[in-house]
C-alpha cells in the first residue's frame, strides 16, 4: 500500500515535503518514483529512488528543486520540493515497481507504464 500526506496549499518559492508511506514494499527490491498530474495534462515521473544505495533519477524540469530519499526504517519515501512555481500545480503521485529486466529501462525513464502500484495522490497548489 502507497499512502501519499504532505500536499497542501504555498506560495511561489516556498517549499513542501511530501511523503509516501510504502507498506509492504523492500526497498532493495521495488523502485518508489513520483509522478505529478495536472488538469489537461499526461502524468508526468519526476523521481525515483531505487536499490540497496537509494540511487535516484530526476525529470530535467525538477532537477536541482526537488530532492528525492527515503527512510528505511519508516518504510518512506520523501519529495523535497523547493523554489516552488504556480506550474507545479497538480496532483501528485507515488508508485512503485518491481525492478527487474521487463521494469529497469522504463523505471530510469520515469515511465508510469512501468509502475504496477499506485498510491491516490496528494493535492499541491502553489499560487502566484
Known amino acids: 500500500q502507497l499512502v501519499e500526506s504532505g500536499g497542501g496549499l504555498v506560495q511561489a518559492g516556498g517549499s513542501l515535503r511530501l511523503s509516501c508511506a510504502a507498506s509492504g514494499f523492500t526497498f532493495d527490491d521495488f523502485a518508489i518514483a513520483w509522478f505529478r498530474q495536472a488538469p489537461g495534462k499526461e502524468r508526468e515521473g519526476l523521481s525515483c529512488i531505487l536499490g540497496s544505495r537509494g540511487t535516484t533519477y530526476y525529470a530535467a524540469s525538477v532537477k536541482g528543486r526537488f530532492t528525492i530519499s527515503r527512510d528505511n526504517a519508516k518504510g518512506t519515501v520523501y519529495l523535497q520540493m523547493n523554489s516552488l512555481k504556480p506550474e507545479d500545480t497538480a496532483v501528485y503521485y507515488c508508485?512503485?515497481?518491481?525492478?527487474?529486466?521487463?521494469?529497469?529501462?522504463?523505471?530510469?525513464?520515469?515511465?508510469?507504464?512501468?509502475?504496477?502500484?499506485w498510491g491516490r495522490g496528494t493535492q499541491v497548489t502553489v499560487s502566484s
Open positions: 508508485a512503485a515497481t518491481v525492478v527487474g529486466p521487463s521494469t529497469y529501462y522504463g523505471v530510469l525513464d520515469l515511465a508510469a507504464e512501468a509502475f504496477d502500484y
